[in-house]
């Protein structure tokens, strides 16, 4: 079965520096979406995009956050200059179209900003 | 603002009997809504979902029942087995626009052999 796929599983980076988190998505949806749950809470919605562009973003996803689809496979997500808050696991999900279908997610990138 | 709530963080259950987790919501834009099953260290994984013109949809051994009046969903497992152990989100969509999908706090089932 294909799967949401996100590199890496593990990025421990000090507080101020920038990060990319990357996810391949399933091929055949087109759109995508990122969330992140800090530890012991609920998941929370970041940014959808679709079309090359976001569509929806939270009130979490300020101007240090960033997201891009550089090619026809990858979706990556960027903190420029990263908090001690940041720290979380972030998950990339996808769907292959809107209107009741399920989201896919990866198995998340666990951010851990020192 | 906590448009999904899942009251009940936890529930114990013994193999071989019912597990009922409840789910209520604040918004009636929501029409679609979901059940995810997160084990740790991975992502949230698709389970069962029900579309608002329904109110009850099955599959094996997973129910779940929605009643829009009240809403509120609920998820039926049985029989429940010691891998059902895991923690449970209900999620919720609206109709229009990408649809974000909004999580519940989650309730962590342990299945007691």
């Known amino acids: 079965e294909p799967e949401v796929t996100q590199t890496p599983s593990h990025q421990v980076t000090q507080m101020g520096q920038e990060v990319i988190l990357r996810c391949v998505p399933i091929s055949n949806h087109l759109y995508f979406y990122w969330y992140r749950q800090i530890l012991g809470q609920k998941v929370e919605f970041l940014v959808s995009f679709y079309n090359n562009e976001i569509s929806e973003k939270s009130e979490i996803f300020d101007d240090q956050f960033s997201v891009e689809r550089p090619d026809g496979s990858n979706f990556t997500l960027k903190i420029r200059s990263t908090k001690l808050e940041d720290s979380a696991m972030y998950f990339c999900a996808s769907r292959d179209r809107v209107g009741n279908s399920p989201l896919h997610f990866g198995n998340g990138t666990r951010l851990t900003v020192t | 603002d906590q448009q999904v709530k899942q009251n009940s963080p936890s529930l114990s259950v013994q193999e071989g009997r019912i597990s009922i987790l409840n789910c209520d919501y604040t918004n009636s834009m929501f029409d679609y809504f979901l059940w995810y099953k997160k084990y740790p260290a991975e992502g949230p994984t698709f389970l069962i979902s029900i579309s608002s013109i329904k109110d009850k949809n099955e599959d094996g051994r997973f129910t779940v029942f929605l009643n829009k009046s009240a809403k509120h969903l609920s998820l039926h497992i049985v029989p429940s087995q010691p891998g059902d152990s895991a923690v449970y989100f209900c999620?919720?969509?609206?109709?229009?626009?990408?649809?974000?999908?909004?999580f519940g706090t989650g309730t962590k089932l342990q299945v007691i052999p």
């Open positions: 999620a919720a969509s609206g109709s229009g626009g990408y649809q974000k999908v909004t």
